[in-house]
């Protein structure tokens, strides 16, 4: 992944300013989560714009060009239902806009996230 993009992590902290959403540090980077899952749904990428749009629509835009693949570790293993969206789709508010509405409707469509079990102590002091 490429640098943070500062400008595109305030446009979209802005646009989704009154959205029950909120932003974390994932992947080097800033992403939005919805708050009433916990799912991630959007990305700075970098170069460009994460979202979460589901396996089918993800292979949709990546055969016919309109998107890449995300590979956040780049290790080849691109994560299934994201895709990243060069700079170009995402210049003006209103594409951007889009975009984001489509991936959290996705994100919010999906059961919430299960909480993380405590991590098990092993009692050696006996």
Not at 11 to 16: D, E, P, T
Not at 105 to 116: D, H, I, Q, T, V
């Amino acid at each position: 992944m490429g640098k943070n993009d500062e400008a595109l992590i305030e446009r979209v902290s802005g646009l989704l300013s009154v959205a029950p959403v909120r932003s974390k540090s994932m992947f080097g980077t800033t992403a939005w989560f919805l708050e009433f899952n916990d799912l991630m749904f959007a990305g700075d990428g970098g170069d460009g714009m994460t979202v979460r749009v589901g396996v089918e629509r993800t292979a949709e835009l990546i055969e016919s060009g309109d998107a890449d693949p995300f590979d956040p570790l780049d290790n080849h293993k691109a994560m299934k239902e994201y895709v990243l969206l060069n700079s170009d789709r995402i210049a003006e508010d209103e594409d951007l806009l889009n975009w984001l509405d489509e991936a959290s409707e996705f994100a919010g469509s999906l059961p919430p996230k299960k909480p993380k079990r405590p991590k098990r102590q092993n009692d050696r002091s006996k």
